[in-house]
């Protein structure tokens, strides 16, 4: 069984900065992609950051110098640093996670934590 837990999200002000965690936990052989997607009201579900397990990473555009992605191997954990956040980045920021397992490749995501951005 694979989980992943969520933390850090809440309401902040405009220009403020939060720290979103997930750490997966589970029979867990490597991490392929871990990242973290959004889904604002009454809109679709989008790509904020990710991470692969070579390192590189890839942000959407309208996050790009302000939000940053990193991750802990030993901890199977990855953050997200988000900066000089905007009312716009309100949504409920969802953990993804594209593993292998033992058995094979799966795909997983967490419950979500809301972000407000809001004064």
């Known amino acids: 069984q694979v989980q992943l837990v969520e933390s850090g999200g809440g309401l902040v002000q405009p220009g403020g900065s939060l720290r979103l965690s997930c750490a997966a936990s589970g029979s867990i052989v490597s991490i392929y992609v871990m990242g973290w997607y959004r889904q604002a009201p009454g809109k679709q579900r989008e790509l904020v950051a990710a991470v692969i397990s070579g390192g590189s990473t890839n942000y959407a555009d309208s996050v790009k110098g302000r939000f940053t992605i990193s991750k802990d191997n030993a901890k199977n954990t990855v953050y997200l640093q988000m900066d000089s956040l905007k009312p716009e980045d309100t949504a409920v920021y969802y953990c993804?996670?594209?593993?292998?397992?033992?058995?094979?490749?799966?795909?997983?995501w967490g419950q979500g934590t809301q972000v407000t951005v809001s004064s």
């Open positions: 993804n996670a594209d593993l292998s397992m033992s058995w094979g490749r799966k795909n997983y």
